[in-house]
């Protein structure tokens, strides 16, 4: 059926009547995240703090801004995530039925140096924002009397096995974990999924902040050898 990505004209497409929302849809993951449901035929609302980034992911999409749109929301900021949810709602007259929450940030640094500003806006970004997004997209699907909703948040390996220099970030992804196992309890009973995926290392501009020394241990833990590849490479 790979012929028929990208064409909403062709047979039907998985995800036609799909409105799907992806925090940090600009950049790495976020963006391929984008693709992938707007070649499945969803339309596509690419939220970042980056509005040129934004952008730019969404004149990459099939039928780009007849059918997406772009939102510029910074996720730990609850007053700009309760006005996105809302904007979404008003245009495209529904909730997002799909939420993935791609949008992070890395503020690397030793245990023993590090301020306590670089751990709590790892923190705010990472497991606050990933927290407002699924509270208002669920507040949101349960008050439009929506029957079933998918939330899908990313968690990171490191969030499971430590890493140096990442203290800060590692606490966030582990909390993203039992963030999303609390929530799929909580949310079951609505027809709310609520799942996490938990990535290696992914060629991503977050990725390229990493130092090579690092780098160069994390690969040696891969099969592959090389970083993970956000575009699909999983898909050949
Ligand atoms: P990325 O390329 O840096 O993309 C993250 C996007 O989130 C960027 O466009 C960023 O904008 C945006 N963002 C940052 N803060 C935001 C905020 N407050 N509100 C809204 N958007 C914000 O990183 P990525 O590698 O694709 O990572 C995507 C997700 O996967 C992250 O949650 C990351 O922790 C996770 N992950 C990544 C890897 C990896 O190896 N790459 C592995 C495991 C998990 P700016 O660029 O302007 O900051």
């Known amino acids: ?19 799907a929302l992806v925090t940090g849809g600009g950049s790495g993951i976020g963006r391929a995240v984008c693709r992938r449901f707007a070649e499945e035929g969803s339309a596509v609302v690419v939220v970042d703090v980056d509005e040129s980034s934004a952008e730019e992911t969404l004149r990459s999409l ?10 510029v929301t910074d996720v730990s900021c609850p007053q ?11 245009q495209f007259s529904r909730p997002p039925c799909v939420a993935v929450n ?11 140096k590090m301020e306590a500003e670089a751990f709590e806006r790892v923190l705010k970004v990472n497991l606050m ?21 998918s939330i899908v948040n990313l968690g990171s390996i490191v969030g499971k096995v430590g890493n140096l220099g990442q203290t800060n970030y590692t606490a966030s992804k582990a909390g993203v974990v039992a963030l999303t196992k609390s929530s799929a309890k909580e949310l079951a009973r609505f027809g709310i999924r609520c799942n996490a995926i938990v990535p290696g290392f992914i060629d991503t501009r977050m990725a390229a902040k990493v130092p090579p020394k690092v780098l160069e241990k994390v690969l040696q833990l891969v099969p592959m050898g090389r970083l993970g590849d956000a575009s699909g490479g999983l898909f050949m």
Do not use: E, N, W, Y
Request: aromatic share 2%.
């Open 102 to 112: 791609c949008a992070g940030i890395t503020m690397d640094g030793l245990l023993l």
């Open 1 to 19: 059926m790979a012929a028929a990505a990208g064409s909403l004209s062709g047979p039907r497409l998985r995800l036609s009547s799909r409105l």
């Open 129 to 149: 924002g990933t927290f407002l997004v699924i509270q208002a997209v669920a507040r949101a699907l349960i008050a439009s009397g929506a029957k079933r909703g």
């Open 80 to 90: 700009s995530v309760h006005s996105l949810v809302s904007a979404v709602q008003k």
């Open 62 to 71: 099939p039928h780009g801004d007849q059918r997406h749109s772009v939102f």
